[in-house]
């Protein structure tokens, strides 16, 4: 069975929209990635769309965008609503898709478009828009923040119907996250359908394949072979001539040669119906599949989300037996490789704290002083995560990311170096002037304090700009920074009293342990 997709005319399938705003060009938009001023918004309307279709939709977006462009200056609607200026503004459409770029004149105040960008997609009926403010490191929308739920089985209909009801319950879930499904979830997409009469064919010597290569040949060109020239590969194709079809009821009259040399029409060969399809099967493995692409709102974190979405969505609907054995729902996406990320980073950091224990008792040449030191790391962690924290409440929303986690790794080689100050004075001041331990602890403390308090300071005067100050891309080094100087901060503070403290008890249990084994010994 072939299927054909359908419109208006043939031509108008094969057309492509690209409206631009005069002001702009697709060039500036690419630049605007790296500053981050950019919205990109990905449309999906209803199936069966035309180009008069699309180009509503682009006047509907424009009527909305354009005031906001300032004219002789200023933009009244947006020193009125209180948003920032637009500088450009691009659509473009092609087969049943869309997407438009808003380009604001501020980056700093981009995020405040996206509201009213949304404003305005709502009063397109039955759209479903995804509008982001891409990342440097997105490759696509909603790329470096998103959860997809694949649904995988043999039938396509069964697909969708599974689809339509994750589709609405992650909906009533998470109202403001940003939802697609990929592809439709309808089967309105009208398509011309070639079904054909075996017994026909096998009167005139054909086969359903030999059908199938010439219908795909006379109505939009199958490739026949190719050859080299001077170096590039040049494709042949066997095309119909241009003008045969201009209609889809002109389809049954297309004429057939036969391998007996026959001229027979494909009406008479198979059956030609107008029918609804999908846009697109997409297969993830071999199966079919459909996916339900979520993009969480800011203040939820992608890995609450995703745990949101597996126990109320995915979770009652396995436990249900809806699926059966033939079907499966599986998340994957950005969250789940943020959750593979994390786990990785997690035996990271186990094996820098344990490089870092060996390293320090082969220095030490002592197993009992690398764990006092050691003692420093968790009130390092306790900062950072305290950093993180007030980030979220006075300066910006900021997740804990892979980059932000990493912060914790480099903590580990910053903050021991204090304790080892302190550890190490006090050891010198046993050995080499005879203190006993409580007096050679007190003033190890007093000679180290100074040198630990300026390296401190230093540093933490140093990583503040990456935590207070605004900036393109701001976003990815302001959680490295915040775990940094909280954990910095902290465990510079209580190490002046945890480490002295536990060096005591050490010092003292070794004493204690000497003095015992020496009375026992004949």
Known sequence: MVHLPTGLKPHQRDSKLCLLDVRSGLGSARGSYGDRELLFGLLLPPPGYNLEEFNEIARTIEEGVLPLISHDGESEVARQLNLPEVKNLFYVAFGQMAFFGVISADQERTPELLPYVYGILGKIPGMI????????????????????????????????MLGRQIFGQVMQLMPSAQMRPIPSLDLGNPEMRVIPNRDRLTRVGMTTADLGRTVDALVDGAKASNYRLYGNEIDLIVKGQEGTLKRTQD???????????????????????LEE???????????RAITIQVIPPTDIPLETAMATISDEVVGPIKESGELGTLYRIELSGTADDLVKTRRSLQWNLILAIVISYLLMSALFE????????????????????VGLLLVNLFVAPQPLDVITMLGFVILIGIVVNNAILIVHQALNNIRDSNMPSREAIRESVRTRIRPIYMSSITSVFGMLPLVLFPGAGSEFYRGLGSVIVGGLLVSTVFTIFLVPALLSLVLDAGAAIKTRFRTQSP
């Not at 389809?251 to 119906?273: F, H, K, M, N, Y």
């Not at 697109?280 to 199966?287: A, D, K, L, T």
């Not at 002083?369 to 003692?375: E, N, T």
């Open 366 to 385: 002592n197993f009992f002083y690398p764990l006092v030191i050691m003692f420093s790391v968790p009130l390092a962690a306790a900062g950072g995560f």
């Open 251 to 273: 389809l049954a009259a297309l004429p057939v040669q036969t391998p007996r040399g026959e001229r027979v029409t494909l009406g008479s060969l198979a059956e030609i119906r």
């Open 277 to 287: 399809g999908p846009t697109q099967i997409n297969h993830i493995n071999s199966e």
């Open 129 to 160: 828009g995804i509008v982001q403010q891409p990342s440097l490191f997105e490759t696509g929308v909603g790329a470096g923040r998103s959860i997809d739920i694949e649904i995988k089985g043999p039938d396509l209909e069964r697909l969708i």
